[in-house]
């Protein structure tokens, strides 16, 4: 646990195929059902304080209480995924934690000298905020709200993990409007 930030809730990978990915984690590493979106609804995107929209597909699985992202870059958008990927790098990119008082903690990470690069907002307060690695180099931190819809699609996910029995491996996400 950090005493900063509490518990790491996610590990976030980016993946050249998540459809591959999927496959391997379930399959070889028995982690699932993952639940899958092709196009994640990410609006209110800025990357170094500009404005873009980015075409991403996400898979969500736990293992026990810790979430597994697999992220594929569908388009050009700047992003740390796209970063990452320039650099030469696959596999974990960012670890996240997660908060219902966003602002608050945003304002003390600021406050701490953390500087915001990537933003957006996946559902109403489902917002996000990657941190510069400026400092430490390596992987990045994220912090991401789940006081809305996001959090209730997380307990979802992580309910669906206990005793999974590995059928019905790849889910669709479910609709973060009716949650």
């Keep these: 646990m950090s005493r900063f ?19 391997y984690w379930s399959r070889e590493l028995g982690i699932g059902p ?10 209110n995107y800025h990357y170094r304080g500009k404005a873009y929209e980015p075409h991403n597909s996400v898979a969500l699985a736990n293992s026990g209480p810790l979430q597994m992202e697999l992220i ?5 958008a700047p992003s740390m995924y796209a970063d990452f990927l320039k ?28 500087k915001p690069v990537m933003s957006g907002e996946v559902g109403a307060r489902g917002r996000f905020v990657y941190f510069d690695t400026e400092y430490h180099p390596g992987t990045v931190i994220e912090l991401s709200e789940v006081s809305g819809p996001k959090g209730k699609m997380f307990d979802l996910i992580r309910a669906a993990a206990k005793g999974w029995d590995g059928r019905d491996p790849v889910r669709p996400f479910p609709d973060l409007t009716k949650l």
């Design 34 to 43: 993952w639940f899958y979106n092709p196009r994640v609804p990410i609006v």
């Design 72 to 76: 594929q870059i569908r388009n050009d």
């Design 87 to 114: 650099a030469g790098h696959k596999g974990l990119q960012h670890v996240a934690y997660w908060t219902e008082d966003y602002d608050a903690d945003l304002s003390r990470l600021e406050a701490e000298g953390f």
């Design 5 to 23: 930030f509490g518990e790491i809730r996610q590990a976030g990978y980016v993946v050249d195929d998540i459809e591959k990915a999927m496959d």
